[in-house]
C-alpha cells in the first residue's frame, strides 16, 4: 500500500530568523512592509498578520522588526529535507513551504506509522521548526491534511487517513479556498454557493476548467487519487559542508551543542542516503568578521571506527565541547565531514563477546578521547628494539586506529618483561653484597644481557633480573656495567 507522509511549515519565515531553540524574544517578520507572522509575546502585545510597520511599532516599540528573507527559508527547506533522507530516499518539496515524502517501504524499519511520524517530527523540531505532520494514500491528500488544521476539529486533530476512501471523506470536508490555484476566483465560487472541495467537485468539470485555473483539476484529481502523481526527488550533494548563522552571539562552548545538532542531523541524513559513515568531521566555530576579524575555533572529531547514529555523534561533541574555552563569541558554525567509509551493517553474532561487541571498544576509546584529550589517551606501540625504554613505546590511542604501530607487535613483548616501567631507572644501594629495595632482594631468573645502542649514542650494556622482596612483591631490576664498577637499577615492577 502506498502510503505518503506531508509536512507543513506554518512559521518557516519565523523561525527561519529565530528557530525554536533561541531565547525567546519579541519578533515580527515583514513582507511588502506588511507583518506576515510574528513570535508569541509580539502577538500577546497586539501585532497581527497584515499590520503595517508603524502600527506594529505604535503597539510594541521594543519589537525587532525584521523582512522576510526567501533565500534562507529555501537554504532552510533543503536542510530539512536532507535530515528526513534518513528514513526515506524519496523527499520531494511541495507548495508553501511543504515537503512531501513517500514512506511505504520505510514503515517496518521504523516501527510503524505512528514511531515514524514521531521520529520525523522530532527531528524537524530539532532542527528548530515547528511541524504539521500529516498522513495519506497520496502525496496532494497528505499535503491538503497537512496545511489544514483551523475547520473541522475532528480532522484538526487527526490528520492521518490511510484508506483512499477515507481520505475521499476528510478531503470533502475541507475548504475549497486551501487550493491555492482556487484562491484567485474565491468571490466568483463563494458566489455560486460553493464551499468545499466536495461543492467544487461537483462542478461541471469543462465549464470549471474554462473559467478558472486548470490546476485546480489536476490538484483535485491527484489528491483523490484518480490521476498520477510525478515529482522531483531531492538528490544529496557527493560531499557534505553545513552552514549555520546564529541568531544570538553564544559566548559558552555548551550553549553551541543546541545549534550544531542541527547541523549533526543534517549530516546523519546525508550519510544514510550516501550509505556512508563517518569516521572524522570538523566543527568550526566562527566568530568576528571585518576589521576583527578572529580565525574560526576548529574543533576535530576522530572516531575509533565509522558511526552514523545521532546519540553516538552528539555525546562525542558534548563531551569536546565541555572542554572547550571560546576567546570570542560565536556568530556562525559549518560542519564538514573530512572522512567518511561505507556503511556496514551491524553484525548479529550468535554468541556475543563476553566484553561486548567490538565497535563498543571504538566507542570507549572515542568517548575518552572526547573526555580527556587524545594526547592523553595512550596504548602500547612496541618497537624492534632490546632496550626497554625504546621498545616499551606508546602512542595517541586515536592515532592506532588509523595507522599501526610501527615494528613489533605487543605480543612479541618477553614475557618475564613488566608491563609498565618507571619513567626513570631509580639507583639501588648494596646491601651484604645484595641488591636492597625495602628489603634485599633475592634473584630469581636473569640475566638476560643487553649490549646495544652504539648506532645512536652511549652504549647500554646491562643485565637484567627478576628479584623478590621480602613481601613477595617482583621487580625488575638491571646491573649496570661500567668498567670495573657495577651499579644496580630498579627498572620495572610486576603487578
Request: with cysteine; proline share 8%; glycine share 6%.
Amino acid at each position: 500500500m502506498t502510503l505518503w507522509i506531508g509536512i507543513h511549515l506554518p512559521l518557516l519565515a519565523l523561525e527561519t530568523l529565530r528557530p525554536r531553540w533561541s531565547e525567546p524574544c519579541m519578533l515580527a517578520v515583514l513582507e511588502h512592509d506588511q507583518v506576515l507572522t510574528m513570535t508569541a509575546s509580539a502577538e500577546a502585545s497586539g501585532v497581527r498578520p497584515g499590520m503595517r510597520r508603524g502600527g506594529v511599532l505604535a503597539l510594541a516599540p521594543q519589537a525587532q522588526l525584521c523582512e522576510r528573507d526567501a533565500a534562507r527559508e529555501q537554504g532552510a527547506r533543503d536542510d530539512i529535507a536532507l535530515t528526513l533522507l534518513q528514513y526515506t530516499p524519496e523527499v520531494a518539496h511541495a507548495e508553501e513551504d511543504s515537503l512531501l515524502l513517500d514512506v511505504s517501504a520505510s514503515l517496518s524499519a521504523f516501527g510503524g506509522r505512528l514511531a515514524l511520524c514521531r521520529r520525523i517530527r522530532d527531528s524537524i523540531q530539532a532542527l528548530g521548526f515547528t511541524p504539521h505532520v500529516s498522513m495519506a494514500p497520496t502525496a496532494q491528500g497528505a499535503w491538503l491534511l497537512a496545511r489544514y488544521r483551523r475547520h473541522a476539529p475532528g480532522l484538526a486533530r487527526q490528520r492521518r487517513s490511510l484508506r483512499l476512501a477515507s481520505l475521499q471523506r476528510r478531503l470533502d470536508k475541507l475548504p475549497f479556498a486551501i487550493l491555492p490555484a482556487a484562491r484567485p476566483y474565491q468571490d466568483w465560487l463563494a458566489g455560486i454557493g460553493c464551499q468545499t472541495l466536495a461543492d467544487l467537485r461537483k462542478l461541471p468539470r469543462a465549464g470549471l476548467q474554462r473559467r478558472s485555473d486548470k490546476h485546480i483539476l489536476e490538484t483535485l484529481d491527484r489528491a483523490y487519487g484518480t490521476a498520477p502523481e510525478v515529482f522531483e526527488w531531492v538528490q544529496p550533494p557527493q560531499a557534505f559542508s553545513a552552514w549555520l548563522e546564529l541568531p544570538d552571539r553564544i559566548e559558552h562552548a555548551e550553549a553551541v551543542l543546541f545549534a550544531a545538532r542541527r547541523l549533526i542531523l543534517q549530516m546523519i541524513g546525508w550519510l544514510v542516503a550516501q550509505q556512508l559513515a563517518v569516521s572524522r568531521f570538523l566543527l568550526s566555530l566562527e566568530h568576528e568578521r571585518g576589521r576583527q576579524a578572529i580565525a574560526p575555533t576548529p574543533l576535530e572529531i576522530a572516531l575509533g571506527e565509522p558511526a552514523w547514529h545521532e546519540e553516538h555523534l552528539l555525546r562525542l561533541l558534548k563531551e569536546r565541547l565541555g572542554r572547550l574555552q571560546l576567546d570570542a563569541p560565536v556568530i556562525a558554525l559549518r560542519l564538514q565531514a573530512t572522512q567518511v567509509a561505507p556503511m556496514l551493517p551491524p553484525t548479529a553474532s550468535l554468541f556475543p563477546e563476553p566484553g561486548g561487541t567490538p565497535g563498543a571498544y571504538a566507542r570507549l576509546l572515542e568517548l575518552l578521547n572526547a573526555r580527556l584529550g587524545s594526547e592523553n589517551v595512550l596504548q602500547p606501540a612496541a618497537l624492534a628494539d632490546h632496550r626497554p625504554e625504546v621498545a616499551n613505546a606508546w602512542q595517541a590511542a586515536a592515532d592506532s586506529q588509523r595507522r599501526p604501530a610501527p615494528g613489533d607487535a605487543l605480543h612479541r613483548i618477553r614475557p618475564q618483561r613488566p608491563f609498565w616501567l618507571l619513567q626513570q631507572p631509580l639507583a639501588l644501594m648494596l646491601r651484604k653484597h645484595r641488591p636492597f629495595y625495602g628489603s634485599p632482594l633475592r634473584l630469581l631468573s636473569g640475566p638476560e644481557r643487553i649490549e646495544c645502542g652504539w648506532w645512536d649514542g652511549p652504549p647500554t650494556v646491562r643485565d637484567y633480573f627478576v628479584a623478590e622482596g621480602a613481601e613477595a612483591a617482583c621487580y625488575w631490576i638491571y646491573r649496570e656495567r661500567d668498567g670495573d664498577d657495577i651499579h644496580w637499577f630498579l627498572h620495572g615492577l610486576f603487578a
